[in-house]
């Protein structure tokens, strides 16, 4: 304020400048998370995604975020997360266990070094896969003209089909060494077979096996030499 001069004191100016102070105190920002939209995605398949993570206090007072996650279906899924405060990015792995599938709720939750949050959800939804059956214990075989390959144990296996139910088959590319009743596999029900392989009299050389298991909707192949 300043006088004007006006009539009184002969118009003199008789006022004085004044300065003040005013401080503005900071005050904690909470973090924010965006919106993380739900995810689907298939068995067996992880999946990463950035979502972003903002806190205007980590340029202004070195503040810190920590991240954790809340999981209604622990059996599905693990998190994993890396955050980039250049960026403001963090980038969310999800890493799903083997084989299986289903849906899970994740809480998102991030929280500075004062204590202020905040939380996000998604659902995650895993579709099943069948998965291919598996031929396991068998080898490349070697044996002398006329003596038979007896008693190997080879196994069947699949994840969503039981070994009673599988259906297995054999085909070889010598029938001159192994002709049709050579080859002779018998179940022992409990996902175990046992294998004779009888060559034909005075027959030597070499034959590709392939065997053949069919879960009703995918047929593996496997092969081995004798």
Known sequence: MQDNGGDDNSGEDYSELTSFTIDVESINDAPSINVISDIETDEDVNVSFQVTVNDVDIDTNSDELFFDF??????????????????NLAVVTLDLFDHQFGESTITMNVTDLNGDSDSKSF??????????????LLTDQTTLEDT???GLTFSV??????????AVSFANTNTSLFP??????TS?????????????????????????????????EYSFDV
């Not at 296996?157 to 599988?166: H, M």
């Not at 049709?180 to 596999?185: C, D, E, L, P, R």
């Not at 409990?190 to 065997?211: A, H, K, R």
Request: net charge negative.
């Open 148 to 150: 038979a390959i007896e």
């Open 123 to 136: 659902d995650l939804s895993v579709n099943s896969v069948n998965d291919a059956p598996e031929v396991l």
């Open 188 to 220: 022992l029900h409990n996902g175990y077979w046992t294998l004779d392989l009888t060559p034909y009299t005075n027959q030597y050389g070499d034959s590709t096996f392939y065997v053949y298991v069919d879960d009703g909707d995918i047929t593996t």
């Open 180 to 185: 049709s009743g050579s080859v002779v596999y």
């Open 157 to 166: 296996n699949d994840v969503e089909t039981a070994s009673p139910n599988l």
């Open 70 to 87: 809340d999981l209604s279906n622990e059996s599905l899924v693990t998190v994993n997360v890396s955050y980039n405060d250049s960026t």
